[in-house]
């Protein structure tokens, strides 16, 4: 699996938009770029996935660059429960392996 | 939506004590499980992958003794933490894989905190 690259710790104000920015330059044709999060205490929880479209769900936008090398996690108003630890994860979907967590972003929501 | 759960969900136990923790997929079936086990302000680091039916596969430097796992139905796995020592305390964490796969294909239980006296 490709390796991502996070910023470590980023901060947002409540109501506005998050973005949290991901690189993965070494990505293959056949690999997905997935987001989860984990809220302390808690088992990671998916927030969405693409292969090269931006993708939108009920939870967020994920904005993928024309050459894949990097992608960006949209909240578009961040509430205070959105605080969590944001893992971007690149892996070929359906290959059966483990998820590989790097160290994330700490996203902390202000009032 | 696909739903797994662990039990318990934290425990305390004394140094040199056996634990077990239970995760199960309760409306899919799992032919994959995955056993997470998180320090504090740590990532998720896997411990072994587990298929039903087969034996576990450990990660380097995991000990398979020390984590007894079973995956004995399509719906469980078990960790067991045997003689437990203080430097096992950790945030455990399971994962199971949808056998129909499915948008995202794995779904994580909520963690069970084990805590060695």
């Known amino acids: 699996d490709a390796k991502t690259t996070q910023p470590p710790s980023m901060d947002c104000a409540e109501g506005r938009a998050a973005n949290l920015p991901c690189n993965h330059s070494?990505?293959?044709?056949?690999?997905?770029v997935y987001w989860y999060r984990q809220i302390h205490s808690q088992g990671p929880q998916y927030i969405i996935h693409g292969l090269k479209n931006n993708e939108t769900n009920e939870m967020a936008s994920l904005i993928i660059t024309e050459d894949r090398k990097s992608s960006t996690l949209i909240l578009p108003h961040a509430t205070l429960r959105d605080t969590a630890v944001y893992y971007c994860?690149?892996?070929?979907?359906?290959?059966?392996?483990?998820?590989?967590f790097g160290g994330g972003t700490r996203l902390m929501v202000k009032p | 939506g696909a739903v797994v759960s662990q039990h318990p969900s934290w425990v305390i136990c004394k140094s040199g004590t056996s634990v077990k923790i239970e995760c199960r997929s309760l409306?899919?079936?799992?032919?994959?499980m995955f056993w997470y086990r998180q320090f504090p302000k740590q990532s998720l680091m896997l411990m072994a992958t587990s298929n039903e039916g087969s034996k576990a596969t450990y990660e380097q430097g995991v000990e398979k003794d020390k984590f007894l796992i079973n995956h004995a139905s399509l719906t469980l796995s078990t960790l067991t933490v045997t003689s437990a020592h203080p430097e096992d305390s950790s945030f455990y964490i399971c994962?199971?894989?949808?056998?129909?796969?499915?948008?995202?294909?794995?779904?994580f239980g909520p963690g069970t905190r084990l805590t060695v006296t």
């Open positions: 070494t990505i293959s044709g056949n690999e997905y």
């Open positions: 994962s199971a894989r949808n056998r129909a796969g499915g948008a995202h294909e794995q779904y």
């Open positions: 994860i690149v892996r070929v979907r359906n290959a059966g392996n483990m998820l590989t």
């Open positions: 409306d899919f079936q799992a032919t994959t």
